[in-house]
């Protein structure tokens, strides 16, 4: 016989009475056994955390009132959006899903692990679809079939898919596992005009991403990159045009480094950068020089035109440490807020008109469009918020950085993606003036001003109770439409791990509150006792999933 705690769905899935996935056996009556036992302390507590309304968010004393933003106040005041039922989770597939040579990496153990996946009552997963796999052999010449492998196997499994057209490079940034860069052929025409990349004060070229300032320019092959990524996805809508809507619930639009709508401000590649570090401005390449040049003529200061900021510091400094960020610094000057607003709007009309082609391109086929917007929670609590800054977002004590970038999605019916929804102001180091709870509050209160949809996701690799229960309580406040989880890996197969995520599944399908017992289980046991086959043993589908990874 065997047993199976009510914090997780049976395992026994194929002869599970209540099970809402698979049909109960006509031959095979179930039986049920109550057993009055309480539940784990572990789950009890996370329940508890996740029921209970989340509290104001506010500074701690020794932060003054003038460092939040109006729209962070407005957050305080309101709540989220009226539940819809719960939250659909998705979890994101490893990096190498399909690796460098197109083909569908461990096809075995991620078959096993959609299974296990499916029974925990997970919606979905999510894949970064490579632009340097996929276009690999040259222009034009797209290799779908890894990916089209992955879409009847994750049919099969009954699951969804979010699909992430990455335009980016995996490789020297956080979390990154392997190293697909991008297509051979673009990195040849970046051999032969290195300033299509972007580049810092140094001269230091960043290949993750093709610079924004030649979005219009034919620098690729005789196209412009807005074309390239264009003629991408229209490919991609046609080869998987009966799966759109359906299996596909999701394209997110890959916008700039790490799929995210922001600069490369911060690359960890060679000890580039460290947490909790300022950054630098990615704006040294000619086509942003030449940008930034016809910005301040047009402004009636050429002189501020000829480079970025000479003060700015470098990418390992702190804010004071630098004459454009300390308190009362450049950056609060009326150069600063010329400066800021050229950066920062050129990385809006990238946004602009990368999603304008996506809607074009997507519209009526019933898929939902997304973009990933950063999670920069460090030097939040200054008045510069240098990070942010350096990133693309323009966003001080005085300026909403945020409120844009949200009205650029809504105009073309993107939900906008954001990272950090598990993270606390009090398990941040204290030097790096961290907020990520107000920064939530921020990005939660700009999103519904301008009546876009959030949807979120875990920046780091969490298993604790503390992480789920952080994000069930943001995932209320904020209305999310769906959560993602960052990542599936043989560590969240593992024991007690698995038994934390299958009960935070049920939590946010629950809108936190408490899971229902099977139907079967009259005495309220908490335990429940699936059928056993006596003539067939059955594996639990996540120890197949552990197992196979």
């Known amino acids: 016989m065997a047993l199976t705690l009510r914090s997780s769905t049976s395992f ?110 997970v919606e979905g997963v999510m894949v970064d679809v490579w632009w340097g796999v996929v276009e690999r052999d040259g222009p034009g010449r797209y290799d ?50 290195q300033d299509i990349v972007y580049t810092d004060r140094s001269g230091r070229r960043n290949p993750e991403y093709i610079s924004l300032g030649c979005d219009t320019l034919p620098v690729l092959k005789g196209r412009t990159p807005v074309q390239v990524y264009s003629d991408y996805m229209r490919s991609f809508r046609d080869r998987f045009s009966g799966h759109l809507g359906t299996v596909i619930a999701e394209v997110q639009v890959g916008l700039g480094p790490c799929g995210e709508l922001r600069y490369p401000s911060y690359p960890e590649a060679n000890g580039t950068w460290r947490f909790p570090g300022i950054g630098e401005f990615q704006c040294y390449d000619k086509y942003m020089r030449a940008s930034l040049q016809a910005a301040a003529v047009a402004a009636g200061h050429e002189n501020w035109g000829t480079s970025g900021p000479h003060d700015a510091g470098e990418y390992k400094q702190f804010p004071e440490e630098t004459g454009f960020f300390r308190r009362d610094g450049t950056w609060s000057t009326e150069y600063g807020h010329f400066f800021l607003k050229w950066y920062s709007g050129m990385l809006l009309e990238h946004g602009d008109r990368v999603l304008a082609a996506a809607e074009a391109i997507f519209g009526g086929t019933g898929v939902t469009l997304s973009a990933k917007v950063a999670g920069i929670h460090w030097h939040y609590r200054t008045r510069s918020h240098a990070a942010e800054l350096t990133a693309g977002y323009y966003n001080t004590r005085h300026h909403d950085g945020y409120g844009p970038i949200a009205r650029m999605l809504a105009r073309h019916g993107a939900v906008l993606n954001f990272t950090c929804m598990e993270m606390k102001d009090e398990q941040q ?57 960052l990542r599936m890996n043989r560590n969240l197969f593992d024991g007690d791990n698995w038994r934390r995520f299958v009960a935070f599944v049920k939590t946010m399908a629950d809108g936190g509150a408490r899971t229902a017992l099977p139907r079967c289980d009259t005495e309220h046991s908490d335990l429940y006792v699936g059928f056993v086959d006596a003539t067939k043993e059955q594996r639990a589908p996540e120890s197949e999933a552990a197992a196979a990874l």
């Open 12 to 121: 026994l899935a194929a002869h599970d009475p209540c099970s809402k996935l698979l049909n109960k056996p006509e031959d095979a009556p179930p039986s049920c056994v109550a057993v009055p036992q309480q539940a784990p302390a572990r789950l009890r507590a996370l329940r508890a955390a996740a029921q209970a309304p989340p509290a104001p968010m506010e500074a701690p004393a020794p932060v003054q009132s003038e460092l939040l933003h109006g729209q962070v106040q407005q957050a305080h005041a309101g709540g989220g959006r009226p539940s819809r039922g719960g939250v659909p989770v998705f979890v994101m597939l490893p990096l190498d899903t399909v690796g460098p040579g197109g083909q569908l990496s461990r096809a075995r153990a991620l078959a096993a692990s959609l299974m296990a996946l499916r029974t925990a009552g």
């Open 144 to 193: 779908w079939e890894g990916y089209a492998e992955l879409v009847r196997m994750v049919e099969r499994a009954g699951l969804r898919l979010q699909m992430v057209m990455s335009f980016h490079q995996c490789g020297g940034n956080v979390g990154d596992s392997c190293n697909i860069p991008l297509p051979p052929w673009v990195l040849e025409e970046v051999s032969a005009d």
């Open 429 to 485: 180091p204290g030097h790096a003036g961290c907020s990520p709870e107000l920064l939530v509050q921020q990005v939660r209160a700009a999103a519904r001003a301008a009546r876009v949809e959030l949807a979120g996701e875990n920046a780091l690799e969490r298993y604790d109770e503390q992480a789920f229960a952080q994000v069930a309580a943001t995932a209320e406040a904020a209305g999310l439409s769906t959560f993602t989880y």
